[in-house]
């Protein structure tokens, strides 16, 4: 064979190798500033007012806050009636793993779908190596958030990379996802927040606007999240097994937003 074929071959094979997933990363895309499109984007600050979040049932917008997390199925009129009231609204999104009640769920390429979430059997995580074969759909549900009015996107299950998938997963493919879909919301006018994922708060900080956190103060883990309110973002917290009065005095000098919750998500909750 030719030096000629020899080289075209080598070029196939590292081309082959470089599209596999699990290989070696490349760098970071930059961080994309939010877009402005409908109107200014949300620039949220530190705030020690408590939110709230509510998944199951309808939203009570009766309950005292300045900011709702609400799932993206809502109707619209849910959103116009938070913004009624001069609060925002955060579109919750899992990214991270397949739910099979959702009406996209047949979207999601079987081969993509690995090991039951624990704790929540129906859902499987999601094979985030391969970007180009999600990238339709997470597009297509941060489309629906912005179209409904939404402030921000509160993607879920992000931090497959500490968790049994299914998929030999790395903490470069996770920074490269998570980077990935913080800037496709940034480019529809949408703030971000990171949840959890915590060991990579440091690199991931420039890319989102805010931190949905799950059980900081019961794991200890808190420290690592000052770095949201040292850059001029805020920290919104939930706990399920600490009361107040094990969270509250802590959240507060730390300038976090931390509330009680039930693990339903429902409209229950305790403030500080």
Not at 2 to 21: D, V
Not at 152 to 164: F, H
Request: glycine share 8%; proline share 6%.
């Amino acid at each position: 064979m030719s030096r000629i074929g020899i080289a075209a071959l080598a070029m196939a094979f590292a081309t082959l190798i470089s599209a596999a997933p699990g290989a070696a990363a490349a760098a970071l895309e930059a961080p994309v500033a939010c877009v402005a499109t409908a109107g200014p984007c949300w620039d949220p600050e530190p705030t020690t007012e408590p939110w709230q979040i509510q998944f199951q049932g309808r939203p009570d917008l009766s309950v005292p806050a300045s900011v709702f997390d609400v799932d993206g199925d809502v109707d619209r009129s849910v959103i116009d009636a938070i913004h009624a009231g001069g609060d925002r609204a955060i579109c919750y999104v899992s990214v991270g793993s397949w739910e099979p009640f959702r009406s996209d769920a047949d979207e999601f390429p079987r081969s993509l779908l690995g090991k039951p979430i624990a704790g929540f059997e129906e859902e499987r995580w999601l094979d985030i190596r391969r970007i180009g074969k999600l990238r339709p759909i997470i597009e297509a549900r941060f489309d629906a958030c912005a179209a409904k009015g939404f402030d921000a996107v509160d993607p879920d299950n992000v931090d497959g990379y500490r968790n049994p998938t299914g998929f030999p997963l790395k903490a470069s493919d996770q920074l490269a996802f998570n980077t990935w879909f913080a800037n496709a919301a940034h480019e529809r006018g949408l703030a971000v927040g990171l949840k959890n994922d915590l060991g990579q708060v440091r690199k991931l900080l420039p890319y989102f606007d805010f931190a949905v956190n799950e059980q900081c103060f019961q794991y200890r883990e808190c420290d690592v999240l000052e770095q949201f309110i040292a850059a001029g973002k805020p920290v919104y917290g939930i706990e399920y097994e600490v009361g107040t009065g094990g969270f509250c005095e802590s959240s507060l000098e730390r300038g976090f937003s931390t509330i009680y919750k039930r693990y339903s998500l429902k409209a229950f909750r305790r403030t500080c």
